[in-house]
Nanobody, 114 residues
Framework: QVQLVESGGGLVQPGGSLRLSCAAS????????MGWYRRAPGKQFELVAQIFADYSTNYADSVKGRFTASRDNAKNTVYLQMNSLKPEDTAVYYC????????WGQGTQVTVSS
């Protein structure tokens, strides 16, 4: 059974930082490309970051220079370090496998507010 479990969300003030984690089980993690998505209220899913099996990364323009994706294959975990957070970063953040079949985590809420 495949499981992706996100954690690390919460309430943070503008300019603050959070680190999200996504722990995977039931897949061959090291060969999987992984993505971080978010969905803000009333908006569609947005691809925030990708981290590939070779550790290369790709980011949405809206987060480039502020967010960093990484992975620890020994722990079957991907991370999203989010710095200089803005209110518009408020959303539910999800991790997802990028190879078919696609699996999603349950999401973790990030709220950026003073």
């Amino acid at each position: 059974q495949v499981q992706l479990v996100e954690s690390g969300g919460g309430l943070v003030q503008p300019g603050g930082s959070l680190r999200l984690s996504c722990a995977a089980s039931g897949i061959i993690f090291s060969t999987n490309h992984m993505g971080w998505y978010r969905r803000a209220p009333g908006k569609q899913f947005e691809l925030v970051a990708q981290i590939f099996a070779d550790y290369s990364t790709n980011y949405a323009d809206s987060v480039k220079g502020r967010f960093t994706a990484s992975r620890d294959n020994a722990k079957n975990t991907v991370y999203l370090q989010m710095n200089s957070l803005k209110p518009e970063d408020t959303a539910v953040y999800y991790c997802k496998t990028l190879k078919s079949p696609n699996y999603w985590g349950q999401g973790t809420q990030v709220t950026v507010s003073s």
